[in-house]
């Protein structure tokens, strides 16, 4: 049974981060496997979900602010309004693209505060939103989002790591929550992917380096992170929960 074929029809993913980037490959990939789709994004995720639904899928475009719990609750509310259902959360919104590297001692208490609110409260708002109606349903799946900055010990984002490292904790330990629930909780940590060209534009020799390191010596796509998401999704994965799993190339290893 392929990731795909796990799917079951009208099962519905919430996919926050949507509407591109690693989450514009989400969402795409999963109304092709069969889910329906709520593209949940600060930027306007309407054209997404419009693209979706012309190519046969059903697909819902949400503006939501992850780090804001009157967001998030509307999110569900309007989710189980149309459907009925949540059967997934993909937690993919984050803060990294905006970030400057600078020196642990030159960031600012508002620096810190914005990767939390966003990386770690955000997932955690939002998964108290759609959890009430896992629970109902006997069963549900969140995905999480953490990074391999993580392991690397990445200088110069010393709020960002820590914010990711926060994500595989809060993994761990609400896995151990839910699973009285049939909930299974797991992380997904992708290495650098050099799609934004402003970010990349920014750093330009470090896809390079960091593709030099890899068994696969390549720069990682958005595309690449797909399986896992699919596997993490479908009911292949139902006896996998609190794991975090690495997709990087062979840069590093567990």
Known sequence: MTAEQSARTGEVVIVTGGAKGIGLSYVEALAEAGYAVVVADRSDPEPTAQALASAGASALGMRVD???????????????????????????????????????????????????RVNVIGSWLCTKAVVP??????????????????????????????????????????ARELGEWG??????????????????GRQPEMAAAIAGQRCLKRDQTTADMVGTLLHLAGHGSDFVTGQDLWVNGGRLFH
């Open 183 to 200: 909930i299974t909780v797991n992380t997904i940590s992708p290495d650098y992917i050099p799609h934004d060209p402003d970010y990349a």
């Open 66 to 116: 992850v780090s804001d719990q009157e967001a998030t609750e509307a999110l569900a509310e309007r989710v189980l309004d149309r459907y009925g259902r949540i059967d997934v959360l993909v937690n993919n919104a984050g803060y990294f693209s905006s970030i400057v590297k600078k020196g642990f001692d030159e960031l600012t208490i508002e620096e810190w505060e914005l990767a939390y």
């Open 133 to 174: 109606a896992m629970k109902r349903q006997g069963g549900g799946k969140i995905i999480n989002t953490s990074s391999m900055t993580v392991p690397s010990g990445v200088p110069g984002f010393l709020h960002y790591v820590t914010s990711k490292s926060a994500v595989v904790g809060y993994t761990r330990a609400l």
